[in-house]
Antibody, heavy 122, light 107 residues
Framework: QVQVVESGGGVVQPGRSLRLSCAAS????????MHWVRQAPGKGLEWVAV????????FYGDSVKGRFTISRDNSKNIVFLQINNLTAEDTAVYYC???????????????WGQGTQVTVSS | DIQMTQSPSSVSASVGDRVTITCRAS??????LAWFQQKPGKAPKLLIY???SLQSGVPSRFSGSESGTDFTLTISSLQPEDFATYYC?????????FGQGTKVEIK
């Protein structure tokens, strides 16, 4: 069965960096784009980033562009989210989700992990 | 960026009621709209994609429709397990964007 499992969250001081990981199994990983979505406490969902099946294209949400970097290792079925210069506004649960296709538009987020909590606090 | 305006923000309903949630896109998204259900402390779950296609395993009481840039999620007969928050999301162009959410509460 399809599984995505996030890890790497925690409590981090403002200005520091963090790398989140998402391990995938149960499907042909390099056939699918992978996404990150976050949810601040008590708030709605915010799409963060996508990386194409082959890692050659990435897109980001406006609020994270320039500070977040998505990458993937198709040999290990893992996708990463590097977050730099963390601020309190980055406090959220970060979800990894599988795209239904290669990573472009006109697809859906069909399987989600349970999320990893990131708390930015001094 | 495409803005998604979802309404209402909350609705109170009883088991067996028909519930309708609406989402309006700020521009044409060519049917590339999805609906998600989220329960407290859990990950979102895909219900509907491409405006009206039911995701595998989702009960048939959930349905989606569209009219231009207006999209609707309908729960035909609300069940106890349907009390949750629902989000729409456009997948026509990056950055993808979500509606603000609709909380379906017990009346």
């Amino acid at each position: 069965q399809v599984q995505v499992v996030e890890s790497g969250g925690g409590v981090v001081q403002p200005g520091r960096s963090l790398r989140l990981s998402c391990a995938a199994s149960g499907f042909t990983f390099d056939d699918h784009g992978m996404h990150w979505v976050r949810q601040a406490p008590g708030k709605g969902l915010e799409w963060v980033a996508v990386i194409w099946y082959d890692g050659r294209n990435e897109f980001y949400g406006d609020s994270v562009k320039g500070r977040f970097t998505i990458s993937r290792d198709n040999s290990k079925n893992i996708v990463f989210l590097q977050i730099n210069n963390l601020t309190a506004e980055d406090t959220a649960v970060y979800y990894c989700a599988r795209g239904s296709g290669y990573g472009g538009n006109a697809e859906s987020l069909d399987y989600w992990g349970q999320g990893t909590q990131v708390t930015v606090s001094s | 960026d495409i803005q998604m305006t979802q309404s209402p923000s909350s609705v109170s309903a009883s088991v067996g009621d028909r519930v309708t949630i609406t989402c309006r896109a700020s521009q044409d998204i060519y049917s590339w709209l999805a609906w998600f259900q989220q329960k407290p402390g859990k990950a979102p779950k895909l219900l509907i994609y491409a405006a009206s296609s039911l995701q595998s395993g989702v009960p048939s009481r959930f349905s989606g429709s569209e009219s231009g840039t207006d999209f609707t999620l309908t729960i035909s007969s609300l069940q106890p397990e349907d009390f949750a928050t629902y989000y729409c999301q456009q997948a026509n162009s990056f950055p993808w964007t979500f509606g603000q959410g609709t909380k379906v509460e017990i009346k």
